[in-house]
Nanobody, 116 residues
């Protein structure tokens, strides 16, 4: 079983920045994907950014050029640097991990609010 510890959400003004982190632990299996999804009120959960074992990182079109996903392999941790935040980025952000058995795990979510 994978445990995910998320941190870094909060309230920020438009144009500001936040950095989310997610640390995965507790699994004896390798990780095939690790990243972030988000869900805004009344909307479906959507991909924000995710690294995959193929070496690619996929970004939602709406965040390209503003958000950057990075990893600390030794610590099984991913970071989401979010710059130039907009009110439309307001959502609950969820860490998402897929292990090499293709089991999916979700964090509890961290609120990001962009408002003046």
């Amino acid at each position: 079983q994978v445990q995910l510890v998320e941190s870094g959400g909060g309230l920020v003004q438009p144009g500001g920045s936040l950095r989310l982190s997610c640390a995965a632990s507790g699994s004896a299996f390798g990780l095939d994907a690790m990243g972030w999804y988000r869900q805004a009120p009344g909307k479906q959960r959507e991909l924000v950014a995710e690294w995959t074992i193929t070496g690619t990182t996929n970004y939602a079109d709406s965040v390209k050029g503003r958000f950057t996903l990075s990893r600390d392999n030794a610590k099984n941790t991913v970071f989401l640097q979010m710059d130039s935040l907009k009110p439309d980025d307001t959502a609950v952000f969820y860490c998402h991990v897929v292990d090499n058995r293709w089991y999916h795990f979700w964090g509890q979510g961290t609120q990001v609010t962009v408002s003046s």
